[in-house]
């Protein structure tokens, strides 16, 4: 396997550029492929994020070949290398040995701001950590930092009973701008409890309530705690008890199902922003599924105007795919999203049963389910509140939604998830 893995490394980029000239490839697999790669290589998002926009700027179109032929070529002239990153405290952690000796100390941070081109006007450390870190880009070093960082906070919480007082910025050497210290966001919105002002609500808990609870874990705890926390969540809400790895199909179905409405709702607004006539039909319209329904009858009609945008280019024909067959389009959507959540779900089992909290998949199963998690409790909360239905009831009206929905009643993709 290693072999293996050494031979398709050196060229993987190249393979794929003679392959997209070929019809004998899906555009999805291709997306995931590559971004995958760049990703488990190392590289930040926000950089392969960069990386893409320079090919989505141009006029004649996006060259998929181009993507792999600049893509190989980023991989060869960044190759990982050491960063160095200023972890700096407001006030000195009170530790049994004293601050090692390593350490800036008062006016030594602020000497190694200045030296690196940072500003200092607002920045009052007493103690700072030179951190070195092995990454590609400057986004990825301040990412291996906030992990080291949030280390020594749960060491130091459990070991001296209180917080860290760490300041809210990282500095990275050779980047022009400090970023955040936060602990970055996976994107996981419940956004219904909003919706619906459950937020502060002091009704007594339930399932749902300690599912959301768990679910919270998933959007910034280290990644072993995430797996389990999220995937507590979504076993507790959606499994058989015969068999706990269906909770994985079961919200595969959910986030199916919400995908039609969700796209055809942010395309309705596009189209208006990009079309006079649309947005006047589209005015008039109360709820997102009425503007969801407009939009998809434009597209079957093939009124639907001319998108500037690649990006939402490719969405209107995704939709426009999934319209011409809804039924086997779905089952596909929620084939691949259930292939995620099964790997959650292998993930968890090693945590909690093998004692494996260092699996190399760990962060690639975050990145993939975190936001789709999300998308299907915030499905699952909207049911339990506005149309009173368990979480297994909603799975059992999804599937027979995607079994009924045909070319005829394409329309209707947007209400998969509506009661009768």
């Known amino acids: 396997m290693a072999q293996v893995a050494e031979l398709l490394e050196a060229s993987y980029m190249q393979r794929w550029a003679r392959v997209v000239t070929t019809p004998n490839f899906t555009v999805e697999r291709f997306g995931r492929s590559i971004a995958s790669h760049m990703l488990d290589a190392g590289f930040s998002s926000e950089h392969l994020h960069g990386l893409i926009r320079r090919h989505n700027t141009s006029a004649h179109g996006v060259m998929l070949a181009d993507i792999c032929e600049d893509l190989h070529a980023e991989l060869t002239r960044s190759p ?82 209180k917080p860290l007082e760490r300041l809210p910025w990282l500095w990275v050497a050779g980047d022009p701008q400090r970023v955040r210290h936060a602990s970055e966001s996976r994107g996981v919105r419940v956004k219904e409890l909003d919706r619906e002002g459950r937020i502060f609500s002091v009704t007594p808990s339930d399932s749902l309530d300690a ?7 998933l ?66 319209l109360a709820s997102n599924r009425e503007r969801s329904r407009a939009t998809a009858q434009l597209i079957l009609q093939n009124q639907f105007p001319t998108m500037q945008a690649w990006a939402d ?66 499905r699952i909360t909207h049911g339990r509140y506005v149309q009173a239905a368990r979480p297994l009831e909603l799975v059992a009206r999804a599937d027979l939604s995607i079994a009924l929905i045909n070319r005829q009643t394409a329309v209707s993709c947007v209400d998969l998830l509506e009661p009768v």
């Open 80 to 161: 990982p290398r050491s960063f160095e990153v200023l972890l700096a405290f407001r006030r000195k952690p009170t530790l049994a040995h004293g601050i090692p000796g390593d350490w800036l100390q008062g006016r030594a941070v602020t000497g190694w701001l200045t030296a690196h081109g940072f500003d200092t006007s607002d920045v009052r450390a007493s103690v700072g950590i030179l951190l070195s870190v092995e990454a590609r880009d400057g986004t990825g070093a301040a990412q291996a930092a906030r992990e080291i960082s949030d280390r020594f906070a749960a060491r130091a919480r459990i070991a001296l009973g």
């Open 211 to 217: 599912a959301i609870e768990l679910l919270a874990h």
């Open 219 to 284: 959007d910034e705890s280290s990644p072993p705690a995430a797996i389990a926390g999220g995937w507590g969540a979504i076993e507790g809400l959606l499994a058989d008890p015969g068999d706990r790895a269906t909770a994985a199909d079961n919200l595969a179905v959910l986030v199916a199902c919400s995908f039609p409405r969700a796209e055809l709702t942010a395309l309705s607004y596009r189209a208006a922003e990009a079309d006079a006539a649309v947005a006047a039909q589209l005015a008039g």
């Open 313 to 378: 280019k490719a969405a209107v024909a995704r939709v426009r795919k999934l319209l011409q067959d809804p039924s086997s389009e779905l089952t596909t959507i929620k084939e691949a999203i259930a292939e995620a959540f099964h790997r959650l779900y292998r993930q968890r089992n090693l945590i909690l049963h093998g004692g494996r909290l260092n699996s190399v998949a760990l962060k690639a199963s975050l990145r993939t389910v975190a936001r789709l998690a999300g998308a299907g409790i915030d």
